[in-house]
């Protein structure tokens, strides 16, 4: 990955700009998809390119190619420059000092080191004990990603890092049918790791909990709807983080005064005893990175300490605008993207109470427990999120199950109507991805909270 890179990034300020980035990325992605009892997708993908950033007060300009030749590369840094009309130049320093990354992706096993061919049993394997745990099995669907990306990134402060950063992910989708009645679901795994990844003990995991997700769904029906209190389940109930608060909390919303929460920062948002958390530093975690996609070293980030909010999720951008530090939160897809500020692991900490207790309060309302995909307006607050499962609470008891219903709700009104907190945080380590005009991997989690009113569509 060789790069004049001084050349590049004095090409790239020669307008007049006040900060310049170079991100060089070459990822190698393979792709196993196993339908009707076999392995009839197999994809191998090799792409790469530079993406130069230029920065001038709070504007951007930002070219990328796919091209390793001088002449494309330095075409594509004059592009970016066009961004600054004119000014004193910087100068990038003579030498670049190379960042210490923490080692929070340890590779024991790196996918190049094996073949299709020793991956492809693991479906197999999959496809079988899912088909053997219930004879309403009709079709079976898995699918096993892995990709290693290697990034090297130089900036006009002098700033160069070189990181390696895998990601695998398997999926299994189980479709049943009893009497005319079809269900589906599905579950996954992701991890920031190497082929020591797939495990026996991965596979015997996804099928019990995909067949006993599917077979759940025939006893359960459309709850009614109307505004009701919802106890979330741990785990992946932290999509209403993601999607309630999560987005809102993105400085350059904040910065462009588009967040509901653009003029909160130091007030309480919700009860005394709440933490909201944004973490890039799980080891081997999906949304975890050693450093973000603009040199700013990845922490965990307190967005909400106590119940007042005090922090947003900075890019060098919003930092600079808000005279205050980064958080590491400087994300992109690929070199084709600029980076914007994104989450990583988005989690509450866990409350003094306990599950039961939170459904023993409730008279007449919902638990939820598995989740599929969920958008925010960022403006007004407000999101929806599908429900896959969950219960009804009639008495404080768990009775009726419940399937495929929408929970709706306003982000500052639902994290200031959260009244209970359990002790049970769960991060979930399923294939969640973020959207944002670019995709980016993810991860979420919560312990199990009662939230006092959300509206659920359901029959009427």
């Given at each position: 990955?060789?790069?004049?890179?001084?050349?590049?990034l004095?090409?790239?300020?020669?307008?007049?700009?006040?900060?310049?980035?170079?991100?060089l990325?070459?990822?190698?992605?393979?792709?196993?998809?196993l339908?009707?009892?076999?392995?009839?997708?197999?994809?191998?993908?090799?792409?790469?390119g530079?993406?130069?950033?230029v920065?001038?007060?709070?504007?951007?300009?930002?070219a990328?190619t796919?091209s390793?030749?001088?002449?494309d590369?330095?075409?594509?840094?004059?592009?970016?420059?066009?961004?600054?009309?004119?000014?004193?130049?910087?100068?990038?320093?003579?030498?670049f000092?190379?960042?210490?990354?923490?080692d929070?992706?340890?590779?024991?096993?790196?996918?190049?080191s094996?073949?299709?061919q020793e991956?492809i049993?693991?479906?197999y394997?999959?496809?079988d004990?899912?088909?053997?745990?219930?004879?309403r099995?009709?079709?079976?669907?898995?699918?096993?990603a892995?990709?290693?990306?290697?990034?090297?990134?130089?900036n006009?402060?002098?700033?160069?890092?070189?990181?390696?950063?895998p990601?695998?992910?398997?999926?299994?989708?189980?479709?049943?049918?009893?009497?005319?009645?079809?269900?589906?679901?599905?579950?996954s795994?992701?991890?920031?790791?190497?082929?020591?990844f797939?495990t026996?003990?991965?596979?015997?995991?996804?099928?019990?909990?995909?067949?006993?997700?599917?077979?759940?769904?025939?006893?359960?029906?459309?709850?009614k709807?109307?505004?009701?209190?919802?106890?979330?389940?741990?785990?992946?109930s932290?999509?209403?983080l993601?999607?309630?608060v999560?987005?809102?909390?993105?400085?350059?919303f904040?910065r462009?005064?588009e967040?509901?929460?653009?003029?909160?920062?130091g007030?309480?948002?919700?009860?005394?005893?709440?933490?909201?958390?944004d973490?890039?530093?799980?080891?081997?975690?999906r949304?975890?990175?050693?450093?973000d996609?603009?040199g700013?070293?990845?922490?965990?980030t307190y967005?909400v300490?106590?119940?007042?909010?005090t922090s947003?999720l900075?890019?060098?951008?919003?930092?600079?605008?808000?005279?205050?530090?980064?958080?590491?939160?400087?994300?992109r897809?690929s070199?084709r993207?600029m980076?914007?500020?994104?989450?990583?692991?988005t989690y509450?900490?866990?409350?003094?109470?306990?599950?039961e207790?939170?459904?023993?309060?409730?008279?007449?309302?919902?638990?939820v427990?598995?989740?599929?995909?969920g958008?925010v307006?960022?403006g007004?607050g407000?999101?929806?999120?599908f429900?896959?499962?969950?219960?009804?609470i009639?008495?404080?008891?768990?009775t009726?199950p419940?399937?495929?219903?929408?929970?709706?709700?306003?982000?500052?009104?639902?994290?200031?109507?959260?009244t209970?907190?359990?002790?049970?945080?769960?991060?979930?380590?399923g294939?969640?991805?973020c959207?944002?005009?670019q995709?980016?991997?993810?991860?979420?989690?919560?312990?199990?909270?009662?939230?006092?009113?959300l509206t659920?569509?359901?029959?009427?």
């Amino acid at each position: 990955m060789l790069i004049d890179s001084k050349k590049l990034l004095n090409l790239a300020l020669g307008k007049g700009g006040d900060y310049a980035d170079l991100y060089l990325e070459q990822t190698y992605s393979n792709d196993l998809v196993l339908r009707d009892g076999e392995v009839n997708t197999v994809g191998v993908l090799h792409e790469g390119g530079l993406g130069i950033r230029v920065v001038k007060d709070q504007n951007t300009g930002y070219a990328f190619t796919e091209s390793s030749l001088p002449a494309d590369r330095e075409k594509a840094a004059i592009t970016a420059s066009y961004i600054a009309d004119k000014g004193t130049s910087v100068q990038t320093p003579d030498r670049f000092t190379t960042l210490y990354l923490p080692d929070r992706y340890r590779v024991q096993t790196p996918w190049d080191s094996i073949t299709a061919q020793e991956k492809i049993p693991f479906l197999y394997e999959l496809n079988d004990l899912v088909f053997g745990a219930d004879k309403r099995v009709c079709k079976v669907i898995a699918r096993l990603a892995d990709s290693t990306s290697t990034i090297e990134f130089h900036n006009s402060l002098g700033e160069h890092f070189l990181d390696i950063r895998p990601l695998a992910s398997l999926r299994v989708t189980c479709i049943m049918e009893q009497e005319g009645q079809i269900e589906t679901a599905s579950v996954s795994r992701s991890f920031r790791m190497g082929a020591e990844f797939l495990t026996l003990e991965l596979i015997k995991e996804l099928s019990r909990e995909v067949v006993d997700q599917t077979a759940f769904l025939f006893g359960a029906r459309q709850p009614k709807g109307g505004e009701m209190p919802v106890v979330m389940s741990a785990g992946s109930s932290g999509i209403l983080l993601h999607e309630a608060v999560g987005h809102a909390f993105e400085a350059d919303f904040i910065r462009k005064n588009e967040s509901v929460f653009s003029e909160k920062m130091g007030q309480r948002v919700c009860k005394q005893g709440i933490h909201v958390v944004d973490d890039g530093t799980l080891p081997g975690n999906r949304g975890s990175l050693n450093v973000d996609d603009e040199g700013v070293p990845t922490q965990k980030t307190y967005l909400v300490t106590d119940g007042i909010l005090t922090s947003f999720l900075h890019d060098r951008i919003s930092a600079r605008f808000f005279n205050t530090n980064p958080t590491g939160n400087g994300r992109r897809e690929s070199f084709r993207y600029m980076p914007l500020p994104r989450m990583r692991t988005t989690y509450m900490e866990n409350g003094p109470d306990c599950e039961e207790t939170l459904i023993a309060s409730v008279k007449k309302g919902l638990y939820v427990d598995t989740f599929s995909n969920g958008q925010v307006q960022i403006g007004a607050g407000d999101f929806t999120f599908f429900v896959k499962s969950g219960y009804l609470i009639e008495n404080g008891k768990l009775t009726q199950p419940i399937k495929d219903t929408n929970i709706i709700g306003n982000g500052p009104q639902t994290l200031a109507g959260i009244t209970g907190v359990a002790n049970n945080l769960i991060i979930d380590n399923g294939a969640w991805t973020c959207g944002k005009g670019q995709s980016c991997p993810v991860s979420c989690g919560m312990p199990s909270v009662l939230i006092n009113a959300l509206t659920v569509g359901g029959r009427i």
